[in-house]
């Protein structure tokens, strides 16, 4: 737990990220019912009073924590879409390599988990994450698959139809490395170029590119 005089002479926007770097902690660890506010205050090292200057509650700080974690990725793939004349291998590799360095080798993971265990009990966050971060994605990876597909890139027209193809392999991987990883690690570069090359019905196999 940090030092609660420490933190208290940080300023508040300190005070907020370390409230919200223990609420992931906590969320994580507990799950989004059982997560109290009482234990991430003390994770944090604040009086509980403190959370609600920053949170009006519980969902609150959830939402927010998503939203500091998750947009600035978003941001990143709305950047990649605004640059018209990148041939789609490039934007997939683009894209795998944006998913893989932040968030699966990061605690972004961590909330997509909560997401997606948390998310049929409690709607409201289900509805909450598909509004904030799944509809712009897919809105932008739709443009993406449409201009590929107008340069004939794309291996099926139906990948434009359910551009949900393109990150399921990357759902696969954060669900994998949960239950899985300690058994059979996942060979996530090689699976990518594979991924890459189906999108794009490539005939030979290509090696990874660094």
């Known amino acids: 737990m940090a030092n609660r005089k420490e933190l208290g002479r940080r300023d508040p926007e300190g005070r ?3 409230i919200m770097q223990a609420g992931l902690t906590v969320f994580a660890a507990e ?3 059982a997560t109290k506010l009482d234990d991430v205050a003390d994770k944090a090292g604040v009086a509980k009073g ?3 200057i920053h949170f009006k509650d519980k969902q609150d700080l959830f939402e927010q924590m998503v939203r500091d974690a998750v947009l600035p990725v978003i941001a990143r793939l709305e950047g990649i879409a605004e640059t018209p004349d990148l041939p789609a291998e490039l934007v997939f590799k683009a894209l ?3 998913f893989r360095t932040e968030v699966l080798e990061t605690k972004r993971k961590d909330v997509l988990r909560l997401v997606m265990t948390e998310g049929p009990r409690f709607p409201a ?3 909450f994450y598909h509004r904030e971060v799944i509809s712009r994605g897919l809105k932008q990876i739709g443009v993406l698959l449409r201009r590929a597909e107008a340069r004939g890139e794309l291996a099926h027209p139906s990948i434009v139809k359910f551009p949900q193809l393109v990150f399921a ?3 696969m991987a ?3 490395d949960a239950l899985f990883a300690r058994i059979e690690p996942l060979e996530l570069e090689g699976l990518l170029v594979a991924h890459r090359q189906l999108l794009l019905g ?3 196999p290509r090696r990874a590119k660094s």
């Open 50 to 52: 403190t959370i609600y």
């Open 96 to 98: 795998f390599d944006l």
């Open 169 to 171: 392999p990357l759902i």
């Open 31 to 33: 799950g989004y019912a």
């Open 174 to 176: 954060v669900i994998w």
């Open 202 to 204: 490539s005939d030979k």
């Open 16 to 18: 907020r990220e370390a």
């Open 125 to 127: 966050i289900a509805e």
